[in-house]
């Protein structure tokens, strides 16, 4: 999806992280193409840091803050803390 919708405005495609492109994605399904190219098309991502840079400005600008509400994110429960100092909390069981 990435590709086919700015796969001519990306410069540093492969300066991009799994999670990032994701994010890009879900953006882009939530119709922030036209924005994206605008702002690629400025020219000013000299390098994958910058074009990131610029990415990450528009989806700010879209709301999005990195989380997927359709993937939960519910707050984890602490691990319970052993009766002794000398256990270690959560420690895989042999087996």
Known sequence: MIFEEL???LRFPEGM?????LRLAQALRGGAEARLREVLGTGQGVDAKS???LIEAVLSEQGDD?????RGGGRRSA???PAGPET???APRPG
């Open 17 to 21: 992280r799994e999670k990032d492109g």
């Open 66 to 70: 990195g989380r997927d509400p359709k």
């Open 79 to 81: 691990c319970p803390r």
């Open 88 to 90: 270690m909390c959560c």
């Open 7 to 9: 796969g001519d405005m």
């Open 51 to 53: 074009e990131w840079a």
